[in-house]
């Protein structure tokens, strides 16, 4: 089994594949004090609710990472808990896809591997849109290449940074209000937030589409697609687990099984 980790800055998901097939998956919060052999206990501890254990059932890891302590942790988890090194995205790393970036070095790993699962899974064009701490809009050609794309605020930063800033503007859950009308401030501070980050995807694909041609598969992913997605009208698929197929496949790209 492959154990794919995806490290956020606020969530590390974590997902188990038994050949092609995500069997198991957990997102537990990503934190920078964390010690590798907190670390392990925490994720020994999820693979043992699913009968699983380091040692007998994981033959592989791949680690994408956007938090560079983070990135450290791992490395040496893998380093003292497992007989194998992990694979870690970065420079050097065989994606199979090109990267036609100014800086290929910025591409933050998740991106890059949406991009990897979205080509394979739906083709090209396509337009990846991640909810998380950012709102990040991954863009694939055609021909499979990384492209661009864009970045907005995340939906729980803008909002914190909203609730922080008003004095009065309550903490809300993040769903979709009975009406666009808010008749209640929490209600109108739903109906802003979903509707306000679901204007915000429609118009950024919309302008994406301009330059990619209209015949472009826009697949949802992250912790927070679910708050918005049905509020969006550009969104054709949601795959939640994206990144970490993304993951698996160039797992298998630089791995000799």
């Given at each position: 089994?492959?154990?794919?980790?995806?490290?956020?800055?606020?969530?590390?998901?974590?997902?188990?594949?038994?050949?092609?097939?995500?069997?198991?998956?957990?997102?537990?919060?990503?934190?920078?004090?964390?010690?590798?052999?907190?670390?392990?206990?925490?994720?020994?501890?999820?693979?043992?609710f699913a009968g699983l254990d380091f040692g007998h059932n994981i033959h592989g890891v791949v680690i994408s990472s956007v938090v560079p302590?983070?990135?450290?942790?791992?490395?040496?988890?893998?380093?003292?808990?497992?007989?194998?090194?992990?694979?870690?995205?970065?420079?050097?790393?065989?994606?199979?896809?090109?990267?036609?970036?100014?800086?290929?070095?910025?591409?933050?790993?998740?991106?890059?591997?949406?991009?990897?699962?979205?080509?394979?899974?739906?083709?090209?064009?396509?337009?990846?849109?991640?909810?998380?701490?950012?709102?990040?809009?991954?863009?694939?050609?055609?021909?499979?290449?990384?492209?661009?794309?864009?970045?907005?605020?995340?939906?729980?930063?803008?909002?914190?940074?909203?609730?922080?800033?008003?004095?009065?503007?309550?903490?809300?859950?993040?769903?979709?209000?009975?009406?666009?009308?808010?008749?209640?401030?929490?209600?109108?501070?739903?109906?802003?937030?979903?509707?306000?980050?679901?204007?915000?995807?429609?118009?950024?694909?919309?302008?994406?589409?301009?330059?990619?041609?209209?015949?472009?598969?826009?697949?949802?992913?992250?912790?927070?697609?679910?708050?918005?997605?049905?509020?969006?009208?550009?969104?054709?698929?949601?795959?939640?687990?994206?990144?970490?197929?993304?993951?698996?496949?160039?797992?298998?790209?630089?791995?000799?099984?």
């Amino acid at each position: 089994m492959l154990l794919a980790v995806d490290v956020g800055n606020s969530n590390t998901v974590l997902g188990i594949f038994q050949g092609d097939e995500l069997v198991q998956h957990w997102r537990t919060a990503t934190d920078v004090e964390r010690t590798p052999d907190d670390v392990a206990l925490t994720f020994q501890g999820l693979l043992a609710f699913a009968g699983l254990d380091f040692g007998h059932n994981i033959h592989g890891v791949v680690i994408s990472s956007v938090v560079p302590p983070v990135t450290d942790t791992m490395r040496e988890m893998v380093a003292r808990y497992f007989p194998f090194p992990p694979l870690v995205m970065e420079p050097g790393i065989r994606t199979g896809i090109p990267l036609r970036y100014e800086n290929p070095r910025d591409v933050g790993s998740d991106r890059i591997a949406n991009a990897v699962a979205a080509y394979e899974l739906h083709g090209g064009p396509a337009i990846v849109v991640d909810f998380g701490t950012a709102t990040s809009f991954d863009v694939v050609d055609a021909a499979g290449g990384f492209v661009g794309g864009a970045i907005a605020p995340g939906i729980h930063t803008a909002t914190d940074a909203l609730v922080q800033k008003a004095a009065r503007l309550p903490n809300v859950e993040i769903l979709a209000p009975p009406t666009a009308i808010g008749r209640s401030t929490t209600s109108a501070l739903q109906s802003g937030i979903v509707y306000g980050f679901a204007g915000l995807v429609d118009g950024v694909v919309a302008r994406l589409r301009e330059e990619l041609g209209p015949d472009v598969t826009v697949v949802a992913t992250g912790g927070l697609a679910p708050a918005v997605r049905e509020a969006c009208r550009s969104i054709d698929v949601h795959d939640e687990w994206l990144t970490l197929k993304g993951l698996r496949l160039i797992w298998e790209r630089n791995t000799t099984r």
